[in-house]
């Protein structure tokens, strides 16, 4: 069965502070797709990146970086000099490759960035 | 481009009332479907996802069910509520590299 575990129940730092979001899997499948969503406190989940399990290159994405390492199973997320509008809860998510039919998501970290 | 409709945006509903959530979608055809319902302060819970017209698949027992009477409409039903039916619903669909789209979601307070 797949599983997402995001250990990091919350988080609070200080403005312009670097942050980083733990994600592990789990899953049998040798072809996945791991995913990272924000959800702000509007509550409507926005899809931030997608990954495949052939992928294993680092992302950069403004201050947002993806780091994915297969030989521990983990996807965790940095957002670098944090801002105000960073604090939202952060979702990690696994898919198997049939089309979604397997979608599971963590649990969430709720990230506040203090002024 | 792709769009994702949910209505109403907030419900309040007595304990016993039936309840009808509708999610729409535009801009794309034959999508895979998802309701997912999150409790205050929770995570993700998937209820229902379906691939097709008429096609339901359902993760949770509960007294919900869902509905797709048309290709980009899903509907979630209940024919009476309970306290514990309070949340955040969201509907979703998939996207052609996997990724699921959220719409804005439905907050519903059962009192």
């Known amino acids: 069965a797949q599983k997402v575990t995001q250990a990091q129940t919350e988080i609070s730092v200080v403005e312009k502070e670097d942050v980083t979001l733990d994600c592990v899997y789990e899953?049998?499948?040798?072809?996945?797709?791991l995913f990272w969503y924000k959800q702000p406190p509007s509550g409507e989940l926005v899809f931030l990146i997608r990954?495949?399990?052939?992928?294993?290159q680092n992302e950069i994405s403004g201050r947002y970086s993806w780091n994915f390492q297969k030989s521990t199973s983990s996807f965790n997320f940095t957002i670098t000099a944090s801002q105000v509008v960073d604090s939202a809860v952060y979702f990690c998510a696994l898919s198997d490759p049939f089309y979604g039919q397997n979608f599971v998501f963590g649990p969430g970290t709720r990230l506040s960035v203090l002024p | 481009s792709q769009t994702i409709h949910q209505w109403p945006a907030t419900l309040v509903q007595p304990v016993g009332s039936p309840l009808s959530l509708e999610c729409t979608v535009e801009?794309?055809?034959?999508?895979?479907l998802y309701w997912y319902r999150q409790a205050a302060g929770r995570g993700l819970q998937l209820l229902f996802y379906s691939v097709g017209i008429g096609q339901i698949s359902s993760e949770v027992p509960q007294n919900l069910s869902a509905s797709r009477p048309q290709d980009r409409q899903f509907i979630l039903s209940s024919k009476k509520l309970l306290l514990s039916d309070s949340g955040f619903y969201l509907c979703?669909?998939?996207?052609?590299?996997?990724?699921?789209?959220f719409g804005p979601g439905t907050r519903l307070t059962v009192t």
């Open positions: 990954r495949n399990s052939f992928d294993e």
């Open positions: 801009g794309t055809s034959n999508p895979n």
């Open positions: 979703a669909w998939i996207g052609h590299s996997y990724e699921q789209y």
């Open positions: 899953t049998r499948d040798t072809t996945y797709y």
